[in-house]
Each structure stands twice: as structure tokens, then as C-alpha cells.
């Protein structure tokens, strides 16, 4: 019997292991629009100018150190415009990248970083499944920024939440008190809040949210999630005088 093909897979940044096969194929004309999307964003011309295939974004980039990654390659699929290449790696290797932008040391003047966050946001934007898988693991951080306007608690660096983050996150789980008292902020120490944010900020950043379409890619990528974070902000907004 013939031996079973390996199946690649890889995690992402969120702690979700995705494979070639996790996403659904589409058809041309479909990956074509997509990719018309990538283009028409005002940032594009700006990240992308041809690539000379030096590699010093490779060499410069600390993920393509530890996963099967290559900001050289977006940049040439990009400059190609080979569209069947940029469509799987819009479901799969963008979400290696950390977002460093150390690639910006490109000599060609590209942001292979900056094509990233584009067509994230394209996959985003598009309900792609392989976008919901990897941000699945970024739930509960999601969910503490958009409701509190806070950043991450040190309680929050759990290792099962984390599995991604390797040994550190666990030596910090290990250790959340200590880490509470390193951290300066007083409010730091809390376990449910890094800072206090007031009234008026919140009311501010929810429409901020409402109105530029935050809340509609959430509930692109988790419906459950914005639900939740609804509830909490239509009642701040409800209470500042706002109906959404
Ligand atoms: S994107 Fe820039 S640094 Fe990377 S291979 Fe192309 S020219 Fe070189
Ligand atoms: S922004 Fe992404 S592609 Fe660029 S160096 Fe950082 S991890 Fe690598």
C-alpha cells in the first residue's frame, strides 16, 4: 500500500495549525477579484516597486526563521502578479508574518510587511475561512481591547492560550506575580485591566469602531465574538446619549 502524502501544516501567531488543504478553492475569477481589492488599496503602490530577489528581506525577517515563510516571495508573487500564488498565500503564509516590518530594509524600497497587512485585510474583509482560523486564537484579546480599550493583562499570558509563544510564556505563567510587581503602572497589577480608560475615550473608540466598519469585520470573522462586544458597547452608547 502506497504511503499516505504528508500534509504540511504550520501554526500561526494565534496558536492555529492550518494545512494546503484548510481552505476552500475558488474560482479564477474569484482569486482575480481578490487580488484587484490588494491593488486598488491606496497603500499598495507605496509597499511595492518590482523585486530584485536579493533576499535581504528573508534574511532580515525573524519568521522566516521559524516557519516555512518568505517575504520575498509575497513580494515577487506580488510583482508577477500571479494571482493562483497570491490567493494561497493569502490563506496560508500571510499569517506567518509578525508584523516587525524589519523586511522594510528592502532595497528595492518594498514593504513586504505592508503587502501582508493588505492582503490580510483582504481575507479578512472577504470572510476568507483560513482568516477566521487564524485569528481564532486572538479571541479573548480581541475581545479585551474593543470592550475595555486596554491592552493585555498579564493574566491573560496563559500557556494553553498562547501555545505559539514556546517556552516564554510559559516561564511568564509561571510567574504572573512577579511580573505584575515588574510592571510599573500600578493598574498593571489588576488582573482584570492594564489601564483605566475613561468614559469618554471608550464612547469615542466604539464609534470609531462602529462607523469605519471594525464591528462589521469582527462579525465577518467571529459572529459569537460580536455579538458579545455589541452588548457591551451599545450599552456604554446608550448611556452617552448614542443609538447604533
Ligand atoms: S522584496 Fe526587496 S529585499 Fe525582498 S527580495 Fe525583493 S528586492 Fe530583495
Ligand atoms: S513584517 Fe512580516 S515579512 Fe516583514 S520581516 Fe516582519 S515578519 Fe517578516
Known amino acids: ?26 474560482a479564477y475569477e474569484e482569486k ?12 499598495f503602490p507605496d509597499y511595492l ?6 533576499g535581504i528581506c528573508v534574511a532580515a525577517c525573524p519568521s522566516a526563521k521559524f516557519y516555512n515563510f518568505s517575504p520575498r516571495k509575497i513580494a515577487q508573487a506580488a510583482a508577477r502578479e500571479d494571482v493562483e500564488l497570491i ?5 496560508d503564509d ?22 501582508i497587512t493588505i492582503l ?8 476568507l475561512a483560513s482568516s477566521k482560523a487564524a485569528l481564532e ?19 491573560m499570558l496563559q500557556a494553553d492560550a498562547f501555545p505559539d509563544w514556546g517556552p516564554g510564556v510559559m516561564e511568564v505563567s509561571d510567574n504572573l506575580e512577579l511580573w505584575r510587581k515588574a510592571l510599573p503602572p500600578e493598574t498593571l497589577h489588576t488582573t482584570s485591566m492594564s489601564w483605566q480608560v475613561d468614559d469618554k475615550t471608550l464612547t469615542e473608540l466604539y464609534l470609531i469602531w462602529h462607523y469605519t466598519g471594525v464591528m462589521d469585520l469582527i462579525a465577518e470573522v467571529d459572529e459569537g465574538l460580536h455579538m458579545i462586544i455589541l452588548d457591551v458597547m451599545e450599552e ?4 452617552a446619549g448614542f443609538e447604533i
Not at 516597486?49 to 536579493?54: D, I, M, N, Q, V
Not at 486564537?137 to 493574566?155: A, H
Request: proline share 6%.
Open 1 to 26: 500500500m502506497a504511503a499516505a502524502a504528508p500534509v504540511t501544516t504550520f501554526a500561526t501567531a494565534g496558536g492555529a495549525t492550518l494545512s494546503p488543504d484548510h481552505y476552500v478553492d475558488v
Open 32 to 43: 482575480l477579484r481578490l487580488w484587484d481589492e490588494v491593488k486598488a488599496d491606496p497603500r
Open 49 to 54: 516597486y518590482g523585486c530584485y530577489e536579493c
Open 87 to 91: 490567493f494561497e498565500q493569502m490563506n
Open 94 to 115: 500571510v499569517w506567518n508574518c509578525s508584523q516587525c516590518f524589519s523586511c522594510n530594509r528592502c532595497p528595492r524600497q518594498n514593504s513586504p510587511g505592508g503587502l
Open 120 to 127: 490580510r485585510e483582504v481575507a479578512v474583509n472577504n470572510g
Open 137 to 155: 486564537g486572538y479571541t479573548r484579546i480581541v475581545y479585551k481591547i474593543m470592550t475595555t480599550g486596554t491592552q493585555v493583562s498579564p493574566d
Open 236 to 239: 456604554t452608547l446608550e448611556e
